[in-house]
C-alpha cells in the first residue's frame, strides 16, 4: 500500500505527470432534462484544450464496455477496461499469472496495488504513442482506487450504468468474444416483463457474423456462480463510489432502456453528443 500511495502522490503516476489539466466539474455537468438522469446530470462541453476523461461505472453485465469502446471511437479517446488488462495479464504467463487466475475465477477483486500498477504501465504506454484523455471502465472498483485517481487527476464525468439484477447474470452467461478478431457479442434473448410501475426490458441477441462464429470463446468468469459472486461483490463496493462521485456533482445515472438500439442513442443524447457525430463528419 505505501508503493501506491508513494506512486499515486508521484508527479508522474500514470504517466501524465503534469499533463493533466484541472476541471471545473461544476461548469461543464449542468443537469439535464432527459428522463435517464437522476443525479447531478450531464452537460458536456466539447473540452477544447484537453480530451475527457470519463469514468464508466455499473454492474457486470450491464454493457459498460460497449457504450465505453463506443465512446472511445466517437470521441477519439483510448478505452481503458481494467479487466481487460487483467485478461492480458492472465494470458501472458508471466510471474502474476497464477495468482491472478485464483483471485479472478473467484470473481474476487485484484489487489488496488497490481490493478493500479497495472492501469499506470497502460498509461504510460498510452501516452508514449501519443495518446491524451480516456474513458476507464471498471476502474475505480474500491474507494482507495477512487482516492487515488483523484489525487492525481481531474475526472470531469461518472456514467452509472443500471439495468435490472435479473438481466445481468443472463447477460454475463450470453457474453461471447472472437478468438481472433477480439470483438464482443451476446446470445442472450433479455425479455423481462414490466411490473409494479417498472418498464419491461427487451433486447435482441448481438450475434456474430458468420465468419466469428466458430471462433467464439467464453470469458472463464462468466459462469453462474462467478457472475454472482462478482455481482456480490460489486454491490457491497460501489454504493461508496457512487455516493463519493454524487457528492463532487459528477455522477450521471443512466438506466438502459433496452439493448443498443434503444440506448445508444438515448445515451447520447443525455451526454449532449446526439449531434456530435454529425459535427465530426462535417469538418472531416
Ligand atoms: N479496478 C479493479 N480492481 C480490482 N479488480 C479488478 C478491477 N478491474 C478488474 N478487476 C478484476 O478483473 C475481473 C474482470 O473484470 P471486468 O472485466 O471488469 O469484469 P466485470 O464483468 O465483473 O465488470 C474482476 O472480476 C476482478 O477480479
Redesign the pocket.
Known amino acids: 500500500m505505501a508503493r501506491i500511495v508513494r506512486v499515486a502522490r508521484s508527479s508522474s503516476f500514470f504517466g501524465y505527470g503534469n499533463r493533466f489539466y484541472s476541471t471545473s466539474a461544476e461548469a461543464s455537468h449542468a443537469s439535464s432534462p432527459s428522463p435517464f438522469l437522476h443525479g447531478g446530470g450531464a452537460r458536456r462541453d466539447v473540452a477544447k484544450d484537453r480530451n475527457v476523461q470519463w469514468v464508466f461505472l455499473g454492474?457486470?453485465?450491464v454493457g459498460?464496455?460497449t457504450y465505453a469502446s463506443r465512446l472511445s471511437t466517437l470521441l477519439g479517446v483510448p478505452h481503458i477496461?481494467?479487466?481487460?488488462l487483467?485478461?492480458e495479464e492472465l494470458a501472458s504467463s508471466g510471474p502474476l499469472s497464477q495468482k491472478l487466475s485464483e483471485?479472478?475465477n473467484q470473481?474476487?477483486?485484484?489487489?488496488?496495488e497490481i490493478?493500479v500498477d497495472l492501469l499506470s504501465k497502460r498509461l504510460e504506454a498510452g501516452e508514449a504513442k501519443g495518446e491524451s484523455g480516456f474513458i476507464l471502465?471498471?476502474?475505480?472498483?474500491?474507494m482507495r482506487?477512487a482516492e487515488i485517481l483523484g489525487d492525481v487527476t481531474d475526472i470531469d464525468l461518472v456514467v452509472n450504468l443500471k439495468l435490472p439484477e435479473e438481466v445481468l447474470v443472463d447477460k454475463?452467461l450470453g457474453r461471447r468474444t472472437c478468438s481472433q478478431c477480439g470483438k464482443g457479442f451476446n446470445i442472450a434473448h433479455i425479455n423481462l416483463k414490466g411490473e409494479n410501475g417498472k418498464p419491461g426490458i427487451s433486447m435482441d441477441p448481438l450475434l456474430p457474423p458468420p465468419h466469428c462464429m466458430s471462433k467464439l470463446i467464453t470469458r472463464a468468469?462468466d459462469t453462474e456462480e462467478v457472475v454472482k459472486a462478482?455481482l456480490r461483490i460489486?454491490n457491497e463496493t460501489s454504493q461508496p463510489l457512487e455516493e463519493y462521485y454524487r457528492s463532487k456533482g459528477k455522477l450521471m445515472e443512466f438506466d438502459l432502456p433496452g439493448g443498443i438500439p434503444e440506448s445508444w442513442p438515448r445515451l447520447l443524447e443525455a451526454l449532449r453528443l446526439d449531434d456530435y457525430e454529425e459535427k465530426q463528419s462535417a469538418v472531416a
Request: some cysteine; proline content about 6%; glycine content about 16%.
Open positions: 454492474c457486470p453485465g459498460k464496455g477496461a481494467t479487466g481487460d487483467v485478461r483471485i479472478v470473481g474476487k477483486l485484484v489487489s488496488d490493478i471502465d471498471g476502474f475505480p472498483r474500491t482506487q454475463c468468469d462478482r460489486y
